[in-house]
């Protein structure tokens, strides 16, 4: 069975400075990867999917996602985190198969400082 | 822009009664899911359907949690005879199927006293 491993809790990090947010996965094939956010007491938005081909991944406000099948890894970044992108983040793993239910990691808080 | 929608956000129950969440999925969206997030824990995978049946369940989901879809609209999560460890965030979730990207409502709180 697919597991996902997120080893950071927290991370606090400057207004304006980089982030990376790791994630590593146990599958035996490519899987599907998926980074979703959690702003508090809200739901879970898509931030980046990883599908096939190009392994870097653009998504949504101002993030990327590079898959290294090498690593088992699919680390999300960011160059200049903003204090808005303070949340709880999450990477999921699903696998190549219609409807199967993604599994998540235990998500790592991210702080913002000023 | 089409969106999963939950109810209720917040509902507080005594032990021992029973709870029925309920879900619009996207309507073109052909499998469903419930999972659970503790406070403070990570998001839990409870239950899949698609073609009107289970199709994945985790060890969480006994016998104590039923899904169903009454008519074709909504989807519905009911829990019997509520524990105070079933406290958490429910999260309802669709799939058009084959991206295998999900789409989540904003959650309904369950509070049991």
């Known amino acids: 069975a697919q597991s996902v491993t997120q080893p950071d809790i927290h991370i606090t990090v400057s207004e304006g400075a980089s982030l990376e947010l790791r994630c590593n996965y146990s599958?035996?094939?490519?899987?599907?990867l998926f980074w979703y956010v959690q702003s508090p007491g809200q739901g879970l938005q898509l931030l980046l999917k990883?599908?096939?081909?190009?392994?870097l991944v653009q998504g949504i406000k101002g993030f990327e996602a590079e898959f290294k099948r090498s690593q088992s890894s699919f680390n999300l970044r960011k160059p200049s985190v903003h204090w808005s992108d303070a949340a709880e983040y999450f990477c999921?793993?699903?696998?190549?198969?219609?409807?199967?239910?993604?599994?998540f990691g235990k998500g790592t808080t991210l702080s913002v400082s000023s | 822009e089409p969106e999963v929608t939950q109810t209720p956000s917040h509902q507080v129950t005594q032990m021992g009664q029973e709870v029925i969440l309920r879900c619009v999925p996207i309507?073109?969206?052909?499998?469903f899911y419930w999972y659970r997030q503790i406070l403070g824990q990570k998001v839990e995978f409870l239950v899949s359907?698609?073609?009107?049946?289970?199709?994945?369940k985790s060890e969480i989901f006994d016998d104590q949690f039923s899904v169903e879809r009454p008519d074709g609209s909504n989807f519905t999560l009911k829990i019997r005879s509520t524990k105070l460890e079933d406290s958490a965030m429910y999260f309802c979730?669709?799939?058009?199927?084959?991206?295998?990207?999900?789409?989540f409502g904003e959650g309904s709180r369950l509070t049991v006293l």
């Open positions: 999921a793993v699903g696998v190549r198969q219609a409807g199967t239910a993604l599994i």
């Open positions: 599958y035996g094939a490519t899987p599907y």
């Open positions: 309507s073109n969206h052909l499998y």
């Open positions: 990883y599908f096939s081909g190009d392994t």
């Open positions: 979730a669709s799939s058009p199927g084959g991206s295998g990207e999900l789409f």
């Open positions: 359907f698609y073609n009107n049946e289970i199709s994945e």
